[in-house]
């Protein structure tokens, strides 16, 4: 299997973010519980630990990991209500799953992916490439950030407007995402690329030595 067949396939992995939007629209997460409940969580298992940016925490409940790989939802934190209403998502690819896959120096090639048909169903959260537009496809120091619509959203209670950032972490397939919330004021496109490079650097910094540098 190439790097971007499991690309495509850890995209769309789990079928839940459909969900996502019931689990965290309007809410806040709550303030009690221990700290690293809601802005560190080691997964698969304890190999890739997902951090939380500024403003946003973990739903504990919402953690899914199963077979080697993992899938983590995150809103606003408790008392973060000047912060902008968003679901954040990272998922995690199994052991080598990244293999073959230059995030460095590979963006060309990326681009090419992610506006192919299969590179659109594998943003789309209905696995549909129609229902995709990608509009930026973008590298920065250690990732690859991508923004897209997808009118599948109107189905997961999401705006169509997407962030999403590719990047590699002890020989995983890492996935970042950010996705307002429909019926709410959204973040701007400025402030939704912040948020996602924030997501990126939090991820990045928990997990030490382990980004691929070459």
């Known amino acids: 299997m190439t790097a971007f067949s499991r690309l495509c396939r850890q995209a769309r992995f789990p079928a839940v973010l459909a969900l996502a939007a019931l689990l965290l629209s309007g809410c806040v997460l709550p303030a009690g519980g221990p700290a690293a409940d809601y802005h560190r969580r080691p997964v698969t298992p304890g190999k890739v630990v997902v951090a939380a940016p500024s403003g946003y925490c973990i739903e504990p409940a919402s953690v899914v990991e199963r077979a080697d790989t993992a899938l983590v939802l ?13 679901v954040l998502t990272a998922s995690v690819g199994a052991a080598g799953s990244a293999s073959g896959l230059d995030i460095v120096s590979g963006g060309q090639e990326l681009a090419a992916f992610f506006r192919s048909e299969r590179g659109r169903a594998a943003l789309s959260r209905r696995g549909r490439a129609g229902d995709v537009t990608l509009h930026q496809a973008v590298g920065i120091p250690g990732a690859f950030l991508l923004r897209f619509d997808d009118k599948g959203a109107k189905a997961a209670a999401m705006q169509p407007e997407s962030w999403r950032a590719i990047l590699t972490l002890r020989g995983r397939l890492v996935s970042l995402s950010v996705s307002g919330i429909a019926g709410q004021p959204g973040l701007g496109r400025t402030e939704s690329r912040a948020l996602l490079e924030a997501f990126v650097t939090a991820v990045r910094r928990a997990n030490p030595g382990a980004a691929v540098t070459q």
């Open 74 to 86: 995150l809103g606003r934190c408790a008392g973060a209500e000047t912060r902008g209403p968003a």
